[in-house]
């Protein structure tokens, strides 16, 4: 399952790939993200700061195709509030 998190603004912060929804809404959650390759990765900003989860979505998408017949993608759309 993909875990998106954005900021109240749509950002996106980063995404995380995991078995399940570790999080709740209420939980606060430390980011750290470091960014090591700034002449590969120019776009992804570094990131040490606590957040508030303020909502959790989740999206299910369906695709059917002629080699696979059923392919389930489960995305976590997990929205953020900065801590002050």
């Known amino acids: 399952m993909r875990i ?3 900021t109240k603004e ?4 980063t995404f995380y790939e995991l078995d399940s929804n570790p999080f709740k809404v209420g939980e606060i ?3 750290n993200i470091y ?3 700034r002449v590969i990765w120019s776009s992804v900003e570094e990131v ?3 957040y508030k989860i303020e909502n959790i979505e989740h ?4 695709d059917y195709t002629k080699e696979i ?6 995305t976590v759309a997990i929205e953020l509030s900065e801590l002050i």
């Open 4 to 6: 998106n998190f954005f």
């Open 10 to 13: 749509s950002k996106l912060l």
């Open 29 to 31: 959650i430390n980011l």
């Open 35 to 37: 960014n090591h390759e």
């Open 48 to 50: 040490h700061k606590s």
């Open 59 to 62: 999206y299910l998408t369906a």
């Open 69 to 74: 017949k059923r392919n389930i993608i489960h």
